[in-house]
């Protein structure tokens, strides 16, 4: 069974390695800001970005503001922002803007977490250059 499907497993194998992850990039962050393009290369912004989606939400909710300065700065990419300003908000109950974020299922079948103002979602989400919901939605319950 894959490591994302065993909820033990996960706890065992994944969970760690996130914890020292996210301890890693809080330091980064603290001595650095966000480690954007102009310090890290793009690859490495893109790294540091995937490191935050696994990050607690408080680390997170930390990094938002800074994410969005980097972004109006050039230095990290909208999309990348869209997704964590979905996660940040749907830890907190609030309606996602950009349609990222889902929630499996007990029997493996997939859920959107609540969308504000569905109408305009691909308009959204085409402005930080994210594909229209259906083609991502197909994908992402493709996944099983």
Known sequence: MPVGRDPERWRRVVTPVDQDNAAWLSAVVDEYGWPGRGLVGRDGAHAAWLLLQHAPHDLQQRCLPLLREAVAAGEAEAAELAYLEDRVRCHEGMPQRYGTQYLRLPDGEVRI????????????RAAVGLEPHAAYDARIRAMR
């Open 113 to 124: 977490y609540e969308v504000e103002d569905p109408e305009g979602l691909d308009e959204r």
